[in-house]
């Protein structure tokens, strides 16, 4: 046995005997490695680094039962391993998205000591968090992660209900995530310091511009003005979604794979879209240190990066930062701006998810690539981008709104802001295609010029279609008896009968410039 195999030996030894230090120093060690472990199975770097803390307590909790501390390496990696497989044998994981965005948020690398490092942090954070809590939440917690009782024996011997438990180990582990963020937006405001770099930086106001707040108008605005709003919504494919739930709830218009739109709208517009996160996972604190820095990136650029649930369910613009307090400048939704402390990232209680995303431009500026805006059009439109479990997007959308009227499902406020959101959409598709119809991809061949118009003639369609479906006063109004169900219906088929011819004439126009674009990707690669 060599001088590392011994010392290694020895911390096993001294962590079983409840040395946290001990453990800590195991944990600095093989915690990357455990990542990469969990990383190789899951395909996903957020589940890896879920899946690696999970087995490196569990590891913790068990050490008891290695019977030769010797083979504690083998012993942690199986320990990975049966959590990792727990995982996707329970369907935890989001299945549709975990290839479409492999590798957008990349592992650590090894040379990198101040991830080594976060393995003794992540067990004082810990502690740290333990000393915070009220004796009796902190007497809970450690039941649970140090001497591994069930919540039903926490439950008994606290003489609480079971309900209890769960809730107060919910919010330590969430007051475990909020020490470690604080910790790293600490050191990362340390180092700016060391190293010279800009520790506050404000960028002039994003002006607000619309009414609705979605994804593509954030983007626009954090252009300040270079583009008309029928630009940017109709390179981005924006202008063309649709997207709702079974029961035509607020969310439907809003939730999608972020990070695919971004990447689909840069290809578009020319640049490199820089982006973390996703909806319906929360962040782990190494990626909210991640997103910090991309913020900073995103400002030093001069663009203002988009955001996600720094308002609850909005997307908003930070226009700046500064170091000293710790706190964002955040322009919302509606054009408020305020000042927003840094760990209020990614930690909204009820719904702790989220988006930082923004288009890195190129130095020398090119014209928007049609063809890659028709392809983002048509892929949406046919259900060829990835899925976000209990969101249906493309043409399928028309049935499953028809569908929540015809089971008295449709939530009035939800159908009528997505008629609202969708109608404004499409009055921007509209502007987009009668603004590029002279463009020489479209006017030079007649075939194509005559699909392109056919194709804005079925959106006016779409969009008058689309104005009579706006409930009428009082539908949605406590007490109000308004049946909107059978009018509702037909128009959502009428809406989708033009929508649906609209596509198909587009979907031939990208047919004749699917080659182009496929000659330009070639020589971007060659």
Known sequence: MDASQEEQRQLVERSRDGDREAFGELVGRHRLQAVQWARAIMKDAYWAEDVAQDALIRSYLQLEKLADPERFIPWLRTIVRNKALDVLRSGRRRGGLERSLAGAETAPDSDMPEI????????????????????????????????????????????????NVYNILSRSKLKLQ??????????????????????????PVPPCRSAYASLGHALHESFYGEYELCDVLGFTGQAFRIQTTADCGLSGSLIYDWGWALERSAAALGGKAMRIGRPGRAPTPDLLVQALDMIRQAIGQGTPPIVWNLNPAEFGLIYGYDDEPECFFYRDAAGRCSAIPYSKLGRTLDNPELFVGFIERPKRPAEPSLASALETIVRHARGREPAVPGYTAGLAAYAVWSEAFGRERAQPVGHAYQVALLTEAREQAVAFLCRWEKHPSVSADPETARLWREAADEYRTLLRTLGLLYPAFPYGMPGARLDIRERSVQLIAKAREAEERGIERLEQIFAGMAPRLDRFRSARTS
């Open 116 to 163: 080594v490092a976060l393995g003794k942090e992540w067990l004082e954070s810990v502690t740290a968090m333990m000393d915070a809590l009220p004796v009796r939440n902190r007497g809970i917690a450690e039941a649970f992660f140090f001497r591994r009782q069930t919540p039903e024996e926490i439950a008994e011997t606290f003489g609480i209900a079971v309900g």
């Open 178 to 203: 909020e020490e470690r963020f604080r910790r790293a937006a600490a050191r990362n405001a340390q180092k700016s310091k060391a190293t010279g770099r800009e520790i506050r930086r404000v960028l």
